[in-house]
């Protein structure tokens, strides 16, 4: 393996590790990645069946301009490797009470909605976009996009100040109601915590800079799937040089002293590296990759964990035009269910749920005339009471009633594919810790400079990368982490000039667009 350059090794082919991968070949790094599975993309994957596919994970892509920068920092133009078409309306939602509200980025028909649900609502919802621009601006600007040297650093008074600007010190369920009285709209403008595997209940209210991502910047979904994602950061990732190293799993990662100096496969073989990266969930790569003589995960015991989701892909032999390319469907009670989830880890009895069909968007995704539907049901983490053995057809059953009561009394028979994702298969699959589909969770105590660090205290060429170290989950945000990570690598390597300053992702021509 020895060439001469600097050695790296990263373990994981995700979006986090392909794109670190790439970002130090770029800086003259010789890279190997190993990974378990046959291909690339970890939670960001793909199922295909019979002509029918569906990504397994993500399905919608929020703030392009991450992803742009992504390609630019390796000198190329995303408009190359990936085309992202824009979703409009964003999305139906469908209420208990027979409601229904189609949230769009066009500002006069969001108006004539948010009027007939809530008159007077609209002055109010330009506020809450203007809030939530401000979130966004500067957690990405200020907050997200850099790293942070300890707790004293983000507590500096120039952060702080950020910190209170963004309402970071806020819950989210709290500071959206002083906007909206309608109960449905509340719901609305919170639920999407859920992208993040959290409750809005219990999460910061910076998170308001996702509905204002949704409404004011674009919902957006790549031509061929989300698992075009990967695709085109693993094309960037060979021109770079990577040597991608699929169906090769690693057994631990090799440390000596206060030194990482590579890793053995589940074959024996030994790779020596300079640098080891894990892409690896970082939980799960504590407690079975690492020797805990030589390092340990702090506050293992007192971490919390995200929500799973308990996953139903379905083809179906006729096209549901009466579905949007996304569908949300509320249960009865909203706070309740999330009770359920995150503190009394049960399955709500009247679950909400998410639908997509993404062949309404690209009709690539499904046979002629028929329809690949994704539902993803929002369910607690492994939990000792939970066998989804039981669970899981009881979830299914209630699924498929309501959707019967939306109006597709048929949907059931008309059934061609059925496949299901349970917490269990998050934990097998993808060695997701508890089966947590989003990683550790995100609540004010595990952000910022309380998040395990991408780099470890006593093995310090030890690095990591993806949704449970700094910044966080979401595939922008480990696109972020990515380049967060890279910056840190060169900095202790004393490789290359890094920025030291808190940088945004850049402004990119879709949001100037939007």
Known sequence: ???????????????????????????????????????????????????????????????????????????????????????????????????????????????????????????????????????????????????YAGISDYFAPSVLKKIFQVRAHRRMYADVSRFFQDERLRAAMTFQTMYLGVSPFASPAVYGLLPFTELGVGVWFPKGGLYAIPLALEKVAREEGVRLHYSTPVKRILTEGARATGVELEDGQVVKADVVLCNADLPYAYEKLLDPGATRLKRAEK???????????????????????????????????????????????????????????????????????????????QHPGLDWKVEGPKVRAKVLQRLAELGYPELERDIEVERVFTPDDWACTFNLARGSAFGLAQNFFQIGPFRPSNQDARVRNLFFVGASTQPGTGLPTVLISARLVVERILAWSGAADVVTEPRGAGRGALEEAA
Request: glycine share 10%; aromatic share 12%; hydrophobic share 35%.
């Open 1 to 147: 393996m020895r060439s001469g350059k600097r050695q790296a090794v990263v373990v994981g082919a995700g979006v986090g590790g392909l794109a670190a991968a790439a970002r130090l070949a770029h800086q003259g790094f010789d890279v190997h990645l190993f990974e378990k599975t046959e291909g690339p993309g970890g939670r960001c994957n793909r199922l295909q069946v019979d002509g029918f596919t569906w990504d397994i994970g993500p399905t919608i892509v929020l703030m392009p301009e991450v992803f742009q920068e992504t390609f630019a920092a390796l000198g190329r133009r995303m408009e190359d490797y990936l085309t992202l078409l824009r979703c409009d309306p964003n999305y139906r939602i469908h209420y208990r009470d027979g409601s229904s509200i189609t949230f769009t980025s066009e500002l006069c028909a969001m108006g004539r909605e948010l009027e007939r649900v809530e008159p007077g609502s609209y002055a109010r919802y330009l506020a809450f976009l203007a809030q939530g621009r401000t979130q966004y601006r500067t957690s990405l600007d200020h907050l997200v996009g850099r790293n």
């Open 303 to 381: 971490l919390r964990y995200t929500s799973s989701g308990y996953m139903l892909y379905l083809g179906l032999r006729r096209r549901y035009d009466g579905l949007n390319h996304h569908n949300v469907v509320f249960g009865h009670d909203y706070k309740g269910s999330f009770d359920d989830i995150f503190e009394r880890f049960r399955v709500p009895e009247d679950p909400s749920f998410y639908v997509n069909a993404p062949a309404h968007t690209d009709p690539s995704l499904a046979p002629p005339g028929k329809d690949a539907l994704y539902i993803l049901v929002p369910v607690p983490h």
